[in-house]
Structure formats: structure tokens, C-alpha cells
């Protein structure tokens, strides 16, 4: 978190990590809804940035982002906070794991 003045943010963990599938999936929302046009990396910084203090030091990078992309495709109008929450739903009944999941017809 930048521009806090004497707050050092700690040290950088360099090491090199396998990214969960959930992750993967966050950077290519981002990547193609900002190519279609939704948002700009500007946009997306102006998220994090807004975000209380709290939320950002104890959400993961992944996390924030998604937060962010969210937010961004809600203001371009892609789709509303309640059709959002009826998909939250219908995956969350889909089960845990994709061995759980029942996909329908």
C-alpha cells in the first residue's frame, strides 16, 4: 500500500508460486474485460486505492483484484449487484469441488 509515509510495507516475498485455478481465472476476467473496453488499468487502481485499509492488508492480491474487477464491470453496467448475487448462488449449489458439481443439461 503506497503512500503512507514512514509505514513501511514489509519485505517483498520473491519466490515463485503455482497459481490456484481461481487466481488464473481472475487475471483472464481482467485481461478481457479491460480488452473489451469495460475498464482501464485506471480504473482498477482507483478500486484498490478506494478500499479501507483493513480490507487491503488482510485480502490477497488475487482478492483484491477481484474485488476490483467486480466493481468496475458493475459501473460499466455488465451486470447489477443483484444479478450478481443469484450467479453466487447458482455456483455455490453447483458443490465445493468440481467432483461435487452438478452441471445440469
Known sequence: MGGLGDDPAGAIDRESHDYA???KRVD????LASSKGYFTV????RVLEDMPREAFETQSYYERWVQSVTQNLME?????PGEL??????VA?????YGECSLGD
Open 28 to 31: 483472464a476476467l481482467m485481461v
Open 21 to 23: 485455478l481461481w487466481e
Open 85 to 90: 448475487g443469484v450467479k453466487m448462488e447458482e
Open 76 to 80: 460499466a453496467g455488465v451486470f447489477t
Open 42 to 45: 485506471d480504473g482498477l487502481r
Open 93 to 97: 449449489a453447483r458443490g465445493e469441488t
